[in-house]
């Protein structure tokens, strides 16, 4: 028994998770010190959606949230999320662009590189476990945890330890729908601490109303470190709450070591702001209670939102039963790929589709077709080749890495942007979300140079200055 270890995920996916990223890099600053100085493990503040919500929706540079963050932040690991192969984008990137943008983002300030991959192909780890390790930062595998008629124990012990072959320096379980359950959770922990040598992490959401209960048992399994959400900032679609959790293994052979009365400061910190954004809407109520959909059809709360959201669009809320029926079958038929960026949205998109149309696969959107030819990695089951015809005919698929077909256009990209480059990280961002970029770095030189931006030709958004 030792010592459970805390990573703080205020900075990341907390305020991803309840408010859709929306936490300014100004908002973050002054409590900065107070959580350097909390006895986190470490602090989780870049990766995931921040990358594409900051340039999108915040008109700040995520690059400079890192390095302001990484000033301010002396004696807590700094720590991000990657989609492996994937970057934080949503498709696959070349090799020599994920070594890029590992390289720029432990240069900049980043400790810590937990990766995953929507499919637990190991293939689309290797490159930035590797990369990770040759920065001199630290390697985190992420098993992206989901139930389903192949993915047992035993599938989950074989992936770790492909993981820890690769040279990963921890294992993370992502349990992102909060599926994992509590005894299921101390069973799994148990098995992995006997079959890998390497530390265990455990990351969940609230959202079906398990996760605190599942911390329990997978810390009475050994699990090393857990991700939790200061109270403001936790629960729902959130992670479990930091201080009860420290609260209740105070004493006994579990014990963090951290101060409840530290931790109140941070979030007596947090309170008016997640005030503020229940005021504004930017907080939902949909978003803070317990859905037991997440547990009947496996749905994370993000893709619930996207799911009602788009029925939204086509003026059709009132069939979300029938897509949530629809979502099961559509993950089978494509060989049941956890649900998670990408994957959720590709899954999803169909089953809206099928409904909607009125006929199963009659219409299917591009990234659908893209996944079945093999273009976001190996399926977990083999697609039946019923599936395979009625998406993709007789087009060809592919049974190597996807990451191999592709060729770094690194320099081409530099050029185009030329007249806005103030370094190589304009590129990568340039790189991951061309338009998005292209938009913020227009208001970026409209601030600097004090100049009018509806003259700029800013795309889908007119930028004050």
Not at 19 to 40: F, H, Q, S, V
Not at 378 to 384: A, D, F, G
Not at 443 to 451: D, E, I, S, T, V
Request: hydrophobic letters at 40%.
């Amino acid at each position: 028994m030792s010592k459970v270890k805390i990573t703080e995920t205020i900075l990341r996916d907390a305020h991803q998770s309840l408010i859709a990223t929306r936490l300014k890099t100004e908002e973050m600053l002054p409590i900065l010190d107070k959580l350097d100085n909390a006895g986190y493990h470490a602090l989780e503040m870049w990766g995931g959606a921040t990358f594409d919500a900051s340039l999108r929706f915040l008109d700040e540079n995520p690059w400079d949230r890192l390095r302001l963050i990484r000033k301010n932040v002396k004696n807590t690991k700094l720590q991000m999320l990657l989609r492996g192969q994937n970057i934080l984008g949503y498709k696959h990137y070349p090799d020599e662009i994920v070594e890029e943008f590992i390289k720029k983002s432990v240069y900049n300030g980043i400790d810590i590189i937990r990766i995953f991959d929507a499919l637990n192909d190991v293939r689309n780890l290797k490159v930035a476990i590797e990369r990770t390790k040759k920065e001199g930062a630290h390697a985190q595998g992420a098993i992206s945890y989901t139930v389903s008629p192949v993915h047992t124990i035993e599938s989950f012990v074989k992936l770790s330890k492909e993981i820890e072959e690769i040279g990963a320096d921890s294992i993370c379980i992502k349990d992102m729908s909060g599926l994992l359950k509590p005894y299921d959770a101390y069973e799994l922990v148990k098995a992995l601490k006997k079959s890998v040598s390497i530390p265990i992490e455990l990351h969940s959401h609230c959202t079906s109303g398990l996760a605190s209960m599942t911390y329990l048992k997978a810390i009475e399994a050994g699990v090393d470190i857990v991700d939790t959400a200061i109270s403001p900032f936790a629960t729902g679609t959130s992670q479990p709450a930091t201080e009860p959790l420290v609260s209740t293994l105070e004493g006994s052979d579990y014990d963090t070591a951290m101060d409840l009365s530290r931790l109140n400061e941070i979030a007596e910190y947090f309170r008016p702001i997640r005030e503020k954004a229940l005021e504004s809407g930017l907080m939902s109520s949909k978003v803070l209670g317990v859905n037991i959909n997440t547990l009947i059809y496996q749905v994370p709360g993000g893709m619930l939102s996207n799911l009602v959201s788009q029925l939204k669009m086509q003026g059709a809320e009132n069939r979300l039963d029938e897509v949530l029926d629809e979502v099961p079958r559509v993950r089978k038929d494509l060989g049941y790929p956890p649900l998670v960026t990408p994957t959720s949205q590709i899954v999803g998109t169909q089953a809206v589709l099928n409904v909607l149309t009125g006929e199963r696969y009659k219409m299917v959107p591009k990234e659908v077709k893209q996944y079945v030819k093999g273009m976001y990695g190996k399926s977990p089951v083999e697609i039946s080749d019923e599936v395979v015809k009625k998406i993709i005919a007789d087009e060809d698929r592919i049974s190597c890495r996807p990451a191999d077909l592709l060729t770094s256009d690194f320099e081409e990209k530099k050029k185009e942007i030329a007249m806005y480059y103030e370094d190589d990280e304009d590129v990568l961002s340039y790189i991951l979300f061309p338009q998005v970029a292209e938009n913020y770095f227009k208001y970026r030189q409209a601030k600097k140079y004090k100049l009018d931006s509806t003259l700029l030709n800013i795309k889908d958004k007119v930028y004050p200055v």
